[in-house]
């Protein structure tokens, strides 16, 4: 099983892990790429992140 490491809730459904999108429109880093973020649904620690991909022109998805 896994468990949150702050809280010690067990992680079994999608739904105990909230995914969050981040791009550059959000201001969070000046970069066309998609970043993304898990965290747990009871307490909301990051528990994971990664990249996606770039964003042609800012405005669609794929390789640039």
């Known amino acids: 099983m896994v468990h949150c490491p702050d ?6 459904e999608a739904a105990d892990i909230d995914f969050t ?5 959000m201001g969070f880093i000046a970069a ?5 973020t898990a ?6 620690t990051t528990i994971g992140s990664g990249v996606a991909g770039a964003k042609a022109g800012g405005a669609g998805g794929g390789a640039v």
């Open 7 to 12: 809280c010690g809730t067990t992680l079994t």
């Open 21 to 25: 999108e981040t791009d550059a429109e």
């Open 32 to 36: 066309s790429k998609r970043f993304y």
């Open 39 to 44: 965290s747990c649904a009871a307490c909301g």
